[in-house]
């Protein structure tokens, strides 16, 4: 088995391990679908009826950013994940093994990744049931689903490097929570951006959740030339600053976070 191969055949099999924990452990895929579902019905229901969309019903604008809202959520469950192999000290078993470094967050990302699809095929059904619409092609709507897959394994990336930076699960959690809720509500996720006040308007449009919310609207249809156009590049060019963003994210984590995972399982 040449350098190639191996780290991809040891992170199947890790992969295969973390997805028979989480069948075991369905709390974390709950967490996973339950939060975000509980958005849809506060935002569709609850904010709906006061916040208009100029040409798009609110459900339809909604969806995606709640679909990006889940995927940010998902990923964390890799830096959670990490944190608590570390102190169980399963990371010491894995190095006593003839195994890839990376094969071990190969295989924890690509669990996640499965996670991220059931979440998406749940939060997808739910979204439809009360009321989102696509009015795109079916193609562009499994890109829009595709675009956001690849942004929850680059994003699972991002928490694992966290996650072996910091070692332990309220040490994560902590930075997870202030990490992850300012890039939710300061993005066009819930609200048309455009409404903002111009310093907080820009971080905004500039926040890579925006960049990716847009992406998905247009590729599922839920925009409307009705809505005030901003003039920040990531949103008039969503769908290529989206694919930058992961690629971006990819090209500066893997290698960052098996670095750091080397270091830790030699410590």
């Known amino acids: 088995m ?14 295969k391990r973390n997805a028979l924990k989480i069948r075991r452990s369905p709390d974390l895929l709950g967490a996973a679908v339950m939060f975000p579902i509980v958005f849809v019905l506060m935002f569709a229901y609850v904010f709906g009826s006061v916040i208009d969309i100029p040409g798009v019903p609110y459900k339809e604008f909604l969806l995606p950013g709640i679909f990006v809202q889940a995927v940010l959520i998902s990923a964390q469950t890799t830096g959670y994940t990490l944190t608590l192999d570390l102190q169980k000290g399963i990371f010491d078993r894995f190095r006593s093994l003839p195994m890839a470094p990376s094969g071990v967050l190969i295989g924890q990302t690509v669990s996640d990744l499965l996670m991220n699809v059931a979440s998406l095929v749940v939060m997808a059904s739910v979204g439809v049931a009360v009321g989102w619409r696509t009015h795109s092609s079916p193609q562009e709507v499994v890109l829009g689903f595709a675009l956001l897959l690849l942004f929850a394994y680059a994003f699972s990336w991002f928490t694992a490097t966290v996650a072996l930076a910091l070692r332990t699960p309220e040490s994560f959690n902590n930075i997870a929570t ?3 809720f300012p890039l939710m509500f300061v993005s066009n996720a819930f609200l048309d951006t455009s409404e903002l006040p111009a310093p907080l308007r820009v971080v905004a449009e500039w926040n890579p959740v925006s960049t990716f919310t847009q992406a998905a609207r247009e590729l599922f249809g839920n925009t409307s030339t009705a809505m005030k156009a901003s003039d920040a590049w990531p949103m008039q060019h969503a769908v290529p600053a ?23 399982v030699s410590a």
């Open 242 to 264: 989206s694919l930058i963003w992961i690629a971006v994210i990819l090209v500066v984590f893997v290698p960052l976070a098996t670095r750091l995972y080397k270091k830790a």
């Open 2 to 15: 040449n350098a190639l191969t191996m780290p991809a055949a040891d992170g199947w099999t890790i992969a």
């Open 178 to 180: 202030m990490v992850s």
